[in-house]
T-cell receptor, first 113, second 114 residues
Framework: QQQVKQSPQSLIVQKGGISIINCAYE??????FPWYQQFPGKGPALLIA?????SEKKEGRFTISFNKSAKQFSLHIMDSQPGDSATYFC????????????FGAGTQVVVTP | DGGITQSPKYLFRKEGQNVTLSCEQN?????MYWYRQDPGQGLRLIYY???????QKGDIAEGYSVSREKKESFPLTVTSAQKNPTAFYLC?????????????FGSGTRLTVV
């Protein structure tokens, strides 16, 4: 069973709009939450990551919001651009499970001109 | 340029055959991983290795085998015992402080059973 649940499966947003992707987890031992971006035919690349001691982290147009009590975290893409069209994966892991990331199912984002 | 090289990019296998997917890295990373990607299911861990000559099963190891004879190389064999091998296979590597740098992924091998 999937340890990290991701939604929506896909979304379409207009250029300049905000893309929001949500993830939820059950294992309270998870303490590292990265997001990966994947373009067709390529491997995923690390986009941004957060630890549960902060509620928000921003890097450029990408922001992670983290709600520890709800066991949820989300990715916001501000001012979405056509070049942001890709599949986004959330993931989670425990510090004592060195390197073993549990991935969500992925969200395909399409940004229309 | 440092990175991970996966080959071949596309691979076709007949029923009952074993095939080996190559993964080479020149990043001097200690850890290497194999993931399988299927539509709508995200990435699932097959095997991982933290040091040479040692590896552990991931969540879906049945029907697969690996070796880690060199730090740079982590080949994956898809055996005939794997019931549904058609998928996109991704190799990744990381340094010990992977949480700050994440994984570096290769570009993947798409395996199709014909």
């Amino acid at each position: 069973q999937q340890q990290v649940k991701q939604s929506p499966q896909s979304l379409i947003v207009q250029k300049g709009g905000i893309s929001i992707i949500n993830c939820a987890y059950e294992n309270t031992a998870f303490d590292y939450f990265p997001w990966y971006q994947q373009f067709p035919g390529k491997g995923p690349a690390l986009l941004i990551a957060i630890r549960p001691d902060v509620s928000e982290k921003k890097e450029g147009r990408f922001t992670i919001s983290f709600n520890k009590s709800a066991k949820q975290f989300s990715l916001h893409i501000m001012d979405s651009q056509p070049g942001d069209s890709a599949t986004y994966f959330c993931a989670a892991s425990k510090s004592d499970s060195w390197g073993k990331l549990q991935f969500g199912a992925g969200t395909q984002v399409v940004v229309t001109p | 340029d440092g990175g991970i090289t996966q080959s071949p990019k596309y691979l076709f296998r007949k029923e009952g055959q074993n095939v080996t997917l190559s993964c080479e890295q020149n990043l001097n990373h200690d850890a290497m991983y194999w993931y399988r990607q299927d539509p709508g299911q995200g990435l699932r861990l097959i095997y991982y290795s933290q040091i040479v000559n040692d590896f552990q099963k991931g969540d879906i190891a049945e029907g697969y085998s690996v070796s880690r004879e060199k730090k740079e190389s982590f080949p994956l064999t898809v055996t005939s015992a794997q019931k549904n091998p058609t998928a996109f296979y991704l190799c990744a590597s990381s340094i010990e402080s992977w949480e700050n740098y994440g994984y570096t992924f290769g570009s993947g091998t798409r395996l199709t059973v014909v």
